[in-house]
């Protein structure tokens, strides 16, 4: 394979092949002096357990997420089934992405979304050039409790939301 072998993929195609990948959605958030922000990221996971390593990546676009890096610290808030108009809300640029929704903060003082399957609190660890895209490094600093992961996960999938549960139910007959 030669180094230009990429010129050949077209980008839709690339988007459209990639989306059969499914993954849950999370909204990464952090302050911003005394102000909340986030952005919808599906593109999480975990990297390392010993230190305690977790990473998403980000548009180089995007006008939150220097916002969140500049205190060094953010949250992965992990999005229940019932939250798809979240998810939504936390995609749209330039509003008011925190209307109607109630949080409180880590120990660090990150913003955990109500209602979430589950979260992680981090300290930036590092971050990583990635073409249109920048993968940020987080290292783990709290986790939501075990008492708190009641709840069913939305997915992302080919380009949709969807819900575990009706999987469930079809798959049972
Ligand atoms: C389901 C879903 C998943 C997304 N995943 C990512 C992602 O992994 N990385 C990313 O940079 N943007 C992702 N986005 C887009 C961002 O949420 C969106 O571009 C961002 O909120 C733009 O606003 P900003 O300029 O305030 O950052 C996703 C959007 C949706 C709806």
Same mark, same amino acid.
């Given at each position: 394979m030669t180094n230009n072998a990429h010129v050949g993929i077209d980008p839709r195609q690339f988007r459209d092949t990639l989306g059969h990948y499914a993954s849950g959605v999370t909204v990464v958030t952090g302050m911003e002096d005394d102000q909340p922000v986030g952005f919808t990221c599906q593109s999480f996971y975990s990297v390392s357990v010993d230190p305690p390593l977790i990473s998403f990546s980000v548009m180089k +676009? +995007? !006008? !939150?997420y220097p916002r969140i890096a500049a205190s060094g610290r953010f949250a992965v808030n992990v999005l229940a089934h019932d939250q798809d108009t979240v998810s939504s809300q936390f995609a749209?640029? /330039? !509003?008011?992405?925190?209307? /109607?929704i109630s949080w409180t903060p880590t120990a660090a003082g990150n913003p955990v979304i109500d209602g979430t399957l589950m979260w992680v609190d981090c300290d930036a660890w590092a971050e990583y050039d990635a073409g249109d895209h920048l993968i940020i490094v987080g290292r783990v600093v709290e986790l939501s409790p075990p008492?708190?992961?009641t709840r069913e996960p939305l997915l992302f999938f080919k380009g949709a939301y969807r819900h575990l549960r009706e999987v469930a139910e079809r798959t049972d007959g």
């Open positions: +676009s +995007s !006008t !939150t749209r640029k /330039g !509003t008011d992405k925190w209307a /109607g008492e708190w992961h």
